[in-house]
């Protein structure tokens, strides 16, 4: 066999990406900018960051549901069209979240039968409608295609809901919490009837979406209730809620769903706080209030109320007004009135998306802060290491790219205090990943990237990703992962190009472009000649990992893997595992490619490598 490379993972530091943030000094959650969207409807980004929804009214005024994603302007409606055992297209869909999975999308929809008060106008149905009541609950999948019902809500039958607000989904997505009205009498239960908080498991059972297990956790008289969104801890609700004979004055509560326990945020039974969100690390809430209009007993009464978006943090302290809709001389002040409603987070939780209310029409606003005001450690990325795939596997050198991943200031690759004993480290100056529950293997820690080697053992189709930077704990991300998940280790040019990593037999030189990098000297392949390159996630050889170990040795199982230069196939006499995650191919370049920059590719077991991978080739 050739020889194999001395250090299978310096290239990491390398090519390690930076991200700018804030200037110092400058508080990142001051509001820079307040404009109008340019879609006017409630946008909510999916987990994996790059999809999103709009919930706006198509041409008939019927709230739909539109997909897209980011660098397109593409929208492309679900829920327009009928679909086998999905709700009719002129029934209302609202109230959109997606699972943390991303598979799925939750969301509100006009029954087909219900019971409207006599004499009730289209406007107040419209809003009826948009507060919850007369619906079930459904799942879609983010192609439209696949509809399932997951309530059986009806008017009129005691001790069956005739809605529900939410769900909130815990960040593992294994249980969800909405509210339901269980008696519409606002004269018994002012103004808004006698809601009950309702938590359920939840799993997909043969690919089908499912609640179990449904239990009444409302807080002992509290008719009043409203889910808003869990904290990153998996087990911290916010929710709006009002124990008093008057819910007007509601306010912003907490409840652990494990221990019960509750916490009044808010605590101005006076004054109407509602529609609380906590921002993707947690640490922020932001919501709606008539706090700025206390004074005024009017601002907090459900005909006359004024509201502007608040800003907290998790503990209720340090409020903070963002916007002035009611208040003359500001950009978005309107005579015509209009109440701050409902606020979604943009994941980067450097933006919010919020809409104010016209009943029964809605207008929507962007919100960007200076910085990443709810965005302290948070994960945007998992993703194999090469090529930003967003797919990992078993034993595979993935990176994790977000903010405050380390603490600020350190970057480095593992180093010799961290192997205890002579074990590969799994925690780095105070951080840690965990990949489906288990410890990975850190390589180098950054604020913004953290390479890992992820653990040998199977993974589930979408595996939990967490990471830990000194006590302060990430979201939780779902990623997707395959038995192998292909790639070379590549360098990526000044320009943009990506060229993969790997070194002449001859004399154990870098093998691409003489320009390839500052400081390496690396030399084109030639026609006919012996080279080697180094790859990861290529998947189980004969001989077992065992996890944490210093050393991994071992051969691929034959027919070893396809590879092709300028799709000319090359011949490949060895393929394996000759350190921790990290594979190599040795192969003889096809006598007749020609010269250039010509694409690499290869497969194994049905898997490819990453796409628009080069090699340089010259006579």
């Known amino acids: 066999m050739a020889a194999r490379f001395s250090s299978a993972?310096?290239?990491?530091?390398?090519?390690?990406?930076?991200?700018?943030?804030?200037?110092?000094?400058?508080?990142?959650?001051?509001?820079?900018?307040?404009?109008?969207?340019?879609?006017?409807?409630?946008?909510?980004?999916?987990?994996?960051?790059?999809?999103?929804?709009?919930?706006?009214?198509?041409?008939?005024?019927?709230?739909?549901?539109?997909?897209?994603?980011?660098?397109?302007?593409?929208?492309?409606?679900?829920?327009?069209?009928?679909?086998?055992?999905?709700?009719?297209?002129?029934?209302?869909?609202?109230?959109?979240?997606?699972?943390?999975?991303?598979?799925?999308?939750?969301?509100?929809?006009?029954?087909?039968?219900?019971?409207?008060?006599?004499?009730?106008?289209?406007?107040?149905?419209?809003?009826?409608?948009?507060?919850?009541?007369?619906?079930?609950?459904?799942?879609?999948?983010?192609?439209?295609?696949?509809?399932?019902?997951?309530t059986d809500f009806k008017s009129?039958?005691?001790?069956?809901?005739?809605?529900?607000?939410?769900?909130?989904?815990?960040?593992?997505?294994?249980?969800?919490?909405?509210s339901q009205i269980m008696d519409g009498n606002i004269f018994v239960y002012y103004p808004f009837g006698r809601w009950e908080l309702t938590q359920a498991d939840f799993d997909t059972p043969n690919g089908i979406p499912t609640f179990s297990n449904l239990r009444n956790i409302t807080p002992p008289g509290m008719n009043w209730n409203e889910p808003g969104n869990f904290h990153p801890d998996n087990e911290t609700l916010l929710f709006t809620g009002s124990n008093q004979a008057d819910a007007e004055g509601m306010d912003l509560y907490t409840l652990n769903t494990r221990t019960a326990k509750l916490v009044d945020l808010t605590n101005s039974p006076t004054v109407w706080d509602e529609h609380g969100v906590f921002?993707?690390?947690?640490?922020?809430?932001?919501?709606?209030?008539?706090?700025?209009?206390?004074?005024?007993?009017?601002?907090?009464?459900?005909?006359?109320?004024?509201?502007?978006?608040?800003?907290?943090?998790?503990?209720?302290?340090?409020?903070?007004q963002l916007t002035h809709f009611r208040q003359p001389g500001y950009?978005?002040?309107?005579?015509?009135?209009?109440?701050?409603?409902?606020?979604?987070?943009?994941?980067?939780?450097?933006?919010?998306?919020?809409?104010?209310?016209?009943?029964?029409?809605?207008?929507?606003?962007?919100?960007?802060?200076?910085?990443?005001?709810?965005?302290?450690?948070?994960?945007?990325?998992?993703?194999?290491?090469?090529?930003?795939?967003?797919?990992?596997?078993?034993?595979?050198?993935?990176?994790?790219?977000?903010?405050?991943?380390?603490?600020?200031?350190d970057r480095r690759i593992w180093q010799g205090p961290d192997?205890?004993?002579?074990?590969?480290?799994?925690?780095?100056?105070?951080?840690?990943?965990?990949?489906?529950?288990?410890?990975?293997?850190?390589?180098?820690?950054?604020?913004?990237?953290?390479?890992?080697?992820?653990?040998?053992?199977?993974?589930?189709?979408?595996?939990?990703?967490?990471?830990?930077?000194?006590?302060?704990?990430?979201?939780?991300?779902?990623?997707?992962a395959q038995p192998l998940s292909l790639s070379f280790f590549e360098f990526v040019s000044s320009g943009g190009f990506h060229y993969v990593y790997g070194r002449h037999v001859s004399n154990n030189g870098i093998i691409g472009p003489p320009t390839l990098f500052p400081g390496l000297t690396s030399t084109p392949v030639k026609p006919g000649e012996a080279i080697y390159i180094a790859a990861t996630g290529f998947g189980p050889t004969d001989v077992q990992v065992s996890s944490g170990a210093l050393t991994q040795l071992g051969n691929l199982p034959q027919p070893f893997p396809v590879v092709k230069i300028g799709g000319i196939p090359a011949q490949v006499s060895f393929a394996g595992l000759v350190s921790v995650g990290t594979y190599q191919i040795n192969l003889v370049v096809p006598p007749g490619v020609p010269d250039g920059d010509l694409p690499l590719t290869a497969t194994y077991k049905g898997f490819s490598i990453q796409p628009n991978l080069l090699i340089t080739v010259q006579h």
């Open 9 to 150: 993972c310096a290239w990491l530091a390398i090519a390690l990406a930076s991200v700018g943030g804030p200037l110092a000094g400058q508080d990142p959650c001051t509001v820079s900018q307040l404009t109008k969207s340019a879609l006017q409807g409630l946008k909510v980004y999916a987990p994996d960051r790059r999809r999103f929804l709009i919930n706006m009214p198509d041409s008939a005024g019927t709230p739909q549901i539109y997909i897209s994603q980011d660098g397109s302007s593409n929208l492309v409606c679900i829920t327009c069209v009928q679909r086998l055992n999905g709700p009719k297209p002129e029934r209302f869909k609202m109230q959109p979240h997606w699972h943390p999975s991303g598979n799925w999308i939750f969301l509100a929809v006009e029954r087909d039968d219900y019971t409207p008060p006599p004499f009730a106008t289209k406007d107040y149905i419209d809003g009826q409608l948009q507060n919850g009541i007369w619906t079930n609950m459904w799942a879609v999948s983010p192609d439209g295609m696949a509809w399932f019902r997951l």
């Open 156 to 178: 009129g039958v005691p001790g069956v809901a005739d809605g529900f607000t939410g769900p909130a989904f815990t960040p593992d997505g294994t249980k969800a919490v909405w």
């Open 279 to 320: 921002s993707p690390d947690g640490e922020k809430i932001i919501f709606m209030s008539a706090y700025p209009y206390r004074s005024d007993p009017s601002s907090s009464q459900i005909l006359t109320i004024k509201t502007e978006f608040m800003l907290m943090n998790k503990d209720g302290s340090n409020l903070t």
């Open 331 to 409: 950009p978005e002040y309107s005579s015509a009135g209009g109440i701050a409603s409902t606020a979604e987070w943009n994941p980067n939780g450097g933006t919010v998306y919020l809409s104010r209310l016209f009943f029964p029409a809605y207008e929507y606003w962007d919100l960007n802060f200076q910085g990443d005001c709810g965005d302290n450690t948070l994960i945007s990325l998992v993703g194999n290491a090469f090529g930003d795939t967003p797919v990992i596997a078993p034993n595979t050198w993935v990176e994790i790219k977000g903010a405050s991943l380390a603490p600020v200031g």
């Open 419 to 480: 192997f205890a004993n002579n074990r590969l480290p799994t925690q780095m100056d105070g951080v840690s990943v965990t990949v489906n529950g288990k410890n990975a293997y850190l390589y180098y820690i950054s604020p913004t990237q953290v390479n890992i080697l992820t653990p040998p053992d199977p993974l589930p189709t979408f595996p939990q990703v967490q990471l830990t930077n000194n006590g302060v704990t990430s979201n939780l991300v779902f990623v997707e």
